[in-house]
């Protein structure tokens, strides 16, 4: 049973970082690609970074260039999200995904709120 599993949500005052985590396990083939979405109250989840297990090709979101970096450590499937300066408009639950041979899956998501 394929799962994945984040960590590193909290609570952090603006201007401050957290560095999320997710790994995959529980497959046989290979990850493509892995992301992380967020998504706040009363709005849409939406794309916040996307990284390719192979290459190590990103896309970012507009709102969070130049201050999040995606990152992913192929032979162990995991990815992490390394955010910094953030603003209260990043709060939100994110959620870890991955492509695995032709199918998605998701994490169960982590909490991040930013407030001072």
């Known amino acids: 049973q394929v799962q994945l599993v984040e960590s590193g949500g909290g609570l952090v005052q603006p201007g401050g970082s957290l560095r999320l985590s997710c790994a995959a396990s529980?497959?046989?083939?290979?990850?493509?690609?892995m992301t992380w979405y967020r998504q706040a109250p009363g709005k849409e989840r939406e794309l916040v970074a996307r990284?390719?297990?192979?290459?190590?090709?990103?896309n970012y979101a507009d709102s969070v260039k130049d201050r999040f970096t995606i990152s992913r450590d192929s032979a162990k499937n995991t990815v992490y999200l390394q955010m910094n300066s953030l603003k209260p408009e990043d709060a939100a639950v994110y959620y870890c995904?991955?492509?695995?041979?032709?199918?998605?899956?998701w994490g169960q998501g982590t909490q991040v709120s930013v407030s001072s």
């Open positions: 990284i390719t297990m192979g290459g190590g090709s990103t």
């Open positions: 529980g497959f046989t083939g290979s990850v493509y690609f």
């Open positions: 995904g991955a492509r695995i041979t032709l199918a998605d899956y």
